[in-house]
């Protein structure tokens, strides 16, 4: 029996597959946000896919991230299985009218979610604050100083993983946060990852409370923080992931681009 040809989409999905498992890890310090993880790290000289490079446009580079995205999360990582191809390629056909707004923001939900299973798996305050520089990067002279996260004409990177995790943590979803978690999670916040992380998420928590205690969370106490201020609401989401998700980061809700 002959072997089965794969699909130009395959192809170009094979590709992409094989630049993630070279790259190794899957999470780079600093890489760009919105540009398909692994593509940015190697030339031509590495013999890999340069068609795949000369052959994307910036907004298929994000389809192309996004389908990966929801293909790990459906069967897990690339295996070198072909079936784990066929499964990208139909994420990326339905995402085919998907706009850049959805796919980057789908990204960042992603992003800002593996940094808190990291933080669960190291029991560390630093992936959050590594995830924060990351975006802090991407944004670059982009976002006037003075602007805090969230604020109109902030910093894009900063603004997107800001709304994600106040979706997260707005209580406002089909899935209440218990009231206790108010008490609760800056206690597991301080007994993992330490007094620093505590004091920070203690001046923060309120964004688990009523609409007054929110507003204060977001105010002038963002300024004060800096970037330690996204990496709290991080810090929370892992808290409430550990003591009600069961460690899973499916707890928190999803976003998916219209496609």
Known sequence: MGKKQQ???????????????KAGRPHEPLRPVTTLPGLDEYGPADGLGQDLVEELQPVDEMRYAVAEIRTVRAVGPYDGN??????????????????EDDLVVEIIDDRVRRAVADTLASSSPEPAREEVRCLVASDGETAPADLAPGEPGGAPAQALAFAVLLGWLANSGPRPIPAAARTRVPEWVRSTLGDGAAAAVDRVIGILGSDADRAEAIG???????DDYLAALMWIAAGLVALYGEGSTDYLPGVDAEG
């Open 82 to 99: 072909p079936e784990w191809l066929e499964v990208l390629e139909a994420n990326v056909a339905a995402l085919a009218e998907a706009g």
């Open 220 to 226: 002038p106490v963002a300024e004060e923080l800096g």
């Open 7 to 21: 699909s130009r989409g395959q192809k170009r999905a094979a590709k992409v597959a094989a630049r993630r498992k």
